[in-house]
């Protein structure tokens, strides 16, 4: 049998399986036509999966020992950590996972927006991808605050206040984020369960993100929207290199956090114990929530209450295949839009470092700059820039084919 | 690809410089570096000579103790002197209250808040100075220019000649911080020496891995090719 012939499986192993498993893995997996020239960035729905796997299971194991009450909670996780035989990793592998889930995550959000894969008919895709992002981050803060470590018992009393200010709405989300219109005991039992309560939701709506992106027409860097069926191949064994290098990368980058550097990216003033007569100089969440810390501040600079900014952030992130008014899907051939992209990535860095900064002083104006910068970008500058650049053609057929 | 494994060199190296706070000087702050056990046996020595007459370490539980090859009389003895009626419940008063009201805090996770935190142990204890002139020091203070607002009420514990090495000689007043440090980091984080070999097995697997894969795809696709 060559290399390149499928096995037909023998009819009495197919009838034994009732549900056709393979018939499914190889018809929307394996087999799955998907365009010639995609770049390593569109695996990364794999890695997105390997993270959630991994914080799921050692989610469950650290559930199991978690106490949440206000001075039990970080202890408890220390004692975890101490005392159960490996539970050191397993804490590390929740830690950075969420690190490692949320780089996978930007990156592959800022690769949709390079390469228009929120446009031409794949807008349900985009929005559930939004959502998940999203409840990403709910699930990331709510872990966060988890830890019941300084910075996380300062973030829950700031998130109490962002939530009591929200009308009509406010004291009932106060009730059942935090079991009440104030933090107290009923809080970390409630944020706990929330937290694993979310954790699974979230995987539904990861599934159902990819079944989304697999119904609309298949995103390619050049953001053709119609294409050849011999622009398309079979998913695998095409692309079982690029999986496998961005498996690897992904397992390199997250087994050197884990040895060198395994609180990268958390607040340094969290590992202390979190009480309400003392609070750290600086209180930040961990770092994928920096931009959205820098976004509330620069809002709050300007009167407008932090969660209507938050809303109004992802609003207009979902809303991005109606501000894009150009006709070109790829920044690959709308250089001048790549350029605003590039801007926005830079900037969107830049919020976060400094919204960790105290907030005082030429820090503050950078946060108040940067975060106006992005609200700027996707209501002024997408529409008209997409509307009003010259753009180069775009092909017909795929170029670049790396399989 | 080429900006990915960029993006990825700056990171590594924005998180190997993330520590650099203060000074450096223990063996396993570098990403390959290990405890050094004589470091940490003597930091336990002056832990009991100087420092455990007023604070705890209540997270560190016996067992940890036998990683340090110290031998059974020694433990022994360790175990003895240890008051359990005056060992507090731990998570009866949050840590912060108890530092509010001036009293001595655990140390078995000190280290942990800090982003240097052996550095942050070191300038501590080896940065009591004379008070200068035009400061007026609260009463109960001492002056420690290593101490956050440089008044602290911890009296200098240090004690040159509390403790004797092996060989008879008596370490100054820095050597000692030095290695309380050292153990002070080994109680806050004793998976280091198994997380860095875990993770270094770990990127070795993988290389191996990638090498062994990548050889494979590129020879089936050379097979592929060819049948074409």
């Given at each position: 049998?060559s290399?390149?012939?499928?096995?037909?499986?023998?009819?009495?192993r197919?009838a034994a399986f009732?549900?056709?498993l393979?018939?499914?893995?190889?018809?929307?997996?394996?087999?799955?036509?998907v365009p010639?020239?995609?770049?390593?960035?569109w695996?990364?729905?794999v890695?997105?999966?390997?993270s959630l796997?991994?914080?799921?299971?050692s989610?469950i194991?650290?559930?199991?020992?978690?106490?949440?009450?206000?001075?039990?909670?970080?202890?408890s996780?220390a004692?975890?950590?101490h005392?159960?035989?490996l539970?050191?990793?397993?804490?590390d592998?929740?830690r950075d996972?969420s690190?490692?889930?949320?780089g996978v995550?930007y990156?592959?959000?800022l690769?949709?927006?390079?390469?228009?894969?929120?446009?031409?008919g794949?807008?349900?895709?985009?929005i559930i991808?939004?959502?998940?992002?999203?409840?990403?981050l709910?699930?990331g803060l709510?872990g966060f605050?988890?830890t019941g470590?300084?910075d996380a018992?300062?973030?829950a009393?700031?998130?109490?206040?962002?939530?009591?200010a929200?009308?009509l709405?406010?004291p009932a989300m106060a009730h059942?984020?935090?079991?009440?219109l104030?933090?107290g005991?009923?809080t970390?039992p409630?944020?706990?369960?929330?937290h694993e309560?979310?954790?699974?939701?979230?995987?539904l709506?990861?599934?159902?993100?990819?079944?989304?992106?697999?119904?609309?027409?298949p995103a390619?860097?050049?953001g053709?929207?119609a294409?050849q069926?011999?622009?398309?191949?079979p998913?695998?064994?095409?692309y079982t290199?690029t999986?496998?290098t961005?498996?690897?990368l992904?397992?390199?980058?997250?087994?050197a956090i884990?040895?060198v550097?395994?609180?990268?990216?958390q607040?340094p003033?969290?590992?202390?114990?979190?009480?309400?007569?003392g609070?750290?100089?600086?209180?930040?969440p961990?770092?994928?929530?920096?931009g959205?810390?820098?976004?509330?501040?620069?809002?709050?600079?300007?009167g407008?209450?932090?969660w209507?900014?938050v809303?109004?952030?992802?609003?207009?992130?979902?809303?991005?295949?109606?501000?894009?008014?150009?006709?070109?899907?790829?920044?690959?051939?709308?250089p001048?839009y790549g350029g605003?992209?590039?801007?926005?990535?830079m900037?969107w860095?830049?919020?976060?470092?400094?919204?960790?900064q105290p907030?005082?002083?030429?820090?503050?104006l950078?946060?108040?700059v940067?975060g106006i910068?992005?609200f700027?970008?996707?209501?002024?500058?997408?529409?008209l820039?997409t509307?009003?650049?010259p753009t180069h053609?775009?092909?017909?057929?795929?170029t670049?084919?790396?399989? | 690809?080429?900006r990915?494994?960029?993006?990825?060199?700056?990171?590594l190296?924005g998180?190997?410089?993330?520590?650099?706070a203060?000074?450096?000087?223990?063996?396993?702050?570098?990403?390959?570096?290990?405890?050094n056990q004589?470091?940490?046996?003597?930091?336990?020595a002056v832990?009991q000579a100087d420092?455990?007459?007023?604070h705890?370490?209540?997270m560190v539980p016996?067992?940890?103790?036998?990683t340090?090859?110290?031998?059974?009389?020694?433990?022994?003895?360790?175990?003895?002197?240890?008051?359990?009626?005056?060992a507090?419940?731990?998570?009866?008063?949050p840590w912060v209250?108890?530092v509010r009201?001036?009293?001595?805090?655990?140390?078995?996770l000190?280290e942990?808040?800090?982003?240097?935190?052996?550095g942050?142990v070191?300038a501590l204890?080896t940065?009591?100075?004379?008070?200068?002139?035009?400061?007026?020091?609260?009463?109960?203070h001492?002056?420690?220019?290593g101490?956050p607002g440089?008044?602290i009420?911890m009296?200098?514990?240090?004690?040159?000649g509390?403790?004797?090495?092996?060989?008879g000689?008596?370490?100054?007043?820095?050597?000692m911080a030095?290695?309380?440090?050292?153990?002070?980091a080994?109680?806050?984080?004793p998976d280091?020496?198994?997380?860095?070999?875990?993770?270094?097995?770990?990127?070795?697997?993988?290389?191996?891995?990638?090498?062994?894969g990548?050889?494979?795809?590129l020879a089936r696709?050379?097979?592929?090719d060819?049948?074409?």
């Amino acid at each position: 049998m060559s290399l390149n012939e499928r096995s037909a499986s023998p009819p009495i192993r197919e009838a034994a399986f009732g549900l056709r498993l393979r018939e499914v893995y190889r018809r929307y997996w394996r087999d799955y036509p998907v365009p010639a020239n995609l770049k390593l960035t569109w695996s990364f729905g794999v890695l997105v999966a390997v993270s959630l796997g991994v914080l799921t299971l050692s989610g469950i194991w650290l559930g199991m020992y978690y106490r949440p009450t206000m001075g039990g909670a970080g202890l408890s996780i220390a004692q975890f950590s101490h005392d159960v035989p490996l539970g050191w990793l397993i804490h590390d592998l929740h830690r950075d996972g969420s690190t490692m889930l949320f780089g996978v995550v930007y990156v592959e959000l800022l690769r949709g927006i390079r390469y228009g894969s929120y446009r031409n008919g794949r807008e349900r895709a985009w929005i559930i991808e939004v959502v998940r992002f999203f409840m990403f981050l709910w699930v990331g803060l709510y872990g966060f605050i988890m830890t019941g470590g300084a910075d996380a018992y300062w973030i829950a009393r700031a998130m109490e206040r962002h939530l009591t200010a929200v009308p009509l709405l406010g004291p009932a989300m106060a009730h059942i984020c935090l079991g009440g219109l104030l933090i107290g005991n009923a809080t970390l039992p409630h944020i706990g369960f929330a937290h694993e309560a979310m954790g699974f939701l979230v995987l539904l709506i990861a599934a159902l993100g990819f079944a989304a992106s697999r119904a609309a027409p298949p995103a390619n860097p050049d953001g053709i929207v119609a294409l050849q069926p011999d622009n398309l191949v079979p998913q695998f064994p095409a692309y079982t290199g690029t999986v496998l290098t961005a498996l690897i990368l992904f397992g390199l980058i997250f087994a050197a956090i884990i040895a060198v550097s395994p609180s990268l990216g958390q607040p340094p003033g969290n590992e202390i114990i979190g009480a309400p007569l003392g609070a750290p100089v600086t209180v930040t969440p961990p770092w994928f929530l920096l931009g959205f810390q820098g976004l509330i501040e620069a809002g709050q600079r300007l009167g407008v209450a932090g969660w209507f900014t938050v809303t109004a952030s992802f609003v207009l992130f979902g809303a991005l295949p109606w501000l894009d008014r150009g006709t070109v899907a790829s920044c690959r051939y709308r250089p001048l839009y790549g350029g605003f992209v590039w801007v926005l990535q830079m900037n969107w860095i830049v919020l976060s470092i400094a919204a960790a900064q105290p907030a005082t002083g030429a820090w503050a104006l950078v946060t108040t700059v940067t975060g106006i910068y992005c609200f700027v970008h996707f209501l002024i500058l997408t529409p008209l820039i997409t509307v009003l650049e010259p753009t180069h053609p775009v092909p017909l057929r795929i170029t670049q084919r790396t399989v | 690809m080429l900006r990915l494994i960029v993006a990825m060199v700056l990171v590594l190296a924005g998180f190997i410089q993330s520590g650099h706070a203060g000074l450096r000087h223990w063996g396993f702050q570098s990403p390959f570096g290990t405890y050094n056990q004589s470091e940490i046996r003597m930091g336990l020595a002056v832990y009991q000579a100087d420092c455990a007459r007023c604070h705890g370490l209540d997270m560190v539980p016996y067992r940890d103790f036998e990683t340090l090859r110290l031998g059974p009389k020694r433990l022994a003895s360790i175990i003895a002197t240890i008051n359990h009626e005056q060992a507090f419940d731990v998570e009866a008063e949050p840590w912060v209250d108890r530092v509010r009201r001036a009293s001595p805090p655990d140390l078995s996770l000190i280290e942990q808040g800090h982003r240097n935190g052996p550095g942050y142990v070191y300038a501590l204890l080896t940065g009591y100075r004379p008070k200068p002139a035009a400061m007026r020091l609260r009463p109960d203070h001492y002056f420690d220019i290593g101490f956050p607002g440089e008044q602290i009420t911890m009296p200098p514990a240090l004690e040159p000649g509390s403790v004797t090495m092996a060989d008879g000689r008596r370490p100054g007043v820095r050597e000692m911080a030095h290695d309380v440090a050292a153990f002070l980091a080994w109680t806050a984080h004793p998976d280091l020496d198994d997380r860095k070999a875990v993770g270094g097995d770990m990127v070795i697997c993988l290389l191996v891995l990638g090498i062994v894969g990548g050889r494979l795809v590129l020879a089936r696709r050379r097979i592929t090719d060819k049948q074409i």
